[in-house]
C-alpha cells in the first residue's frame, strides 16, 4: 500500500512563493508518475501538474504554467511543487497522486493513491 504525505501549505498574500512536499512511501517511488492536484467546492478538482519517473517529462495546467514547477527527487521518494506569482485563484486544498501507468494524466480517475491534501490560501 502506498502512503503519501503532503506537506507545505499555508496562508500568503498574492505574488508570494510557497513550495509544496510530498513524501512517498510503500511501494517503489520511481515506478509512479507523481502529480498535483487541487481541489475547491467550486471548481471540483482540477490537474496542476504531473512528472514521470525520472522527472524527465513534465506536464502542467495552462493556468500554472510558467509559474509552477514540480520536481521530484528519487533518492528522497519525494515530490515538490514551487509555486511562484501565486493569486489569489490558486487557493484550494492541494493534493499529490500516484499512478503506475507511465504517463501524466489529467483526469483524478487514473490515480491509484491520493493523500490528504494541504491547504494553501491566497489573499489579495
Known amino acids: 500500500q502506498v502512503q503519501l504525505v503532503e506537506s507545505g501549505g499555508g496562508l500568503v498574500q498574492a505574488g508570494d512563493s510557497l513550495s509544496l512536499s510530498c513524501t512517498f512511501a510503500g511501494r517503489t517511488f520511481i515506478s509512479y508518475t507523481m502529480s498535483w492536484f487541487r481541489q475547491t467546492p467550486r471548481e471540483g478538482r482540477q490537474f496542476v501538474a504531473g512528472?514521470?519517473?525520472?522527472?524527465?517529462?513534465?506536464l502542467y495546467a495552462d493556468s500554472v504554467k510558467g509559474r509552477f514547477t514540480i520536481s521530484r527527487d528519487n533518492a528522497k521518494n519525494t515530490v515538490y511543487l514551487e509555486m511562484n506569482s501565486l493569486k489569489p485563484e490558486d487557493t484550494a486544498v492541494y493534493y499529490c497522486?500516484?499512478?503506475?501507468?507511465?504517463?501524466?494524466?489529467?483526469?483524478?480517475?487514473?490515480?491509484?493513491?491520493w493523500g490528504q491534501g494541504t491547504q494553501v490560501t491566497v489573499s489579495s
Open positions: 512528472i514521470n519517473w525520472n522527472g524527465g517529462t513534465t
Open positions: 497522486a500516484a499512478d503506475m501507468r507511465g504517463d501524466i494524466y489529467g483526469l483524478g480517475p487514473y490515480y491509484d493513491y
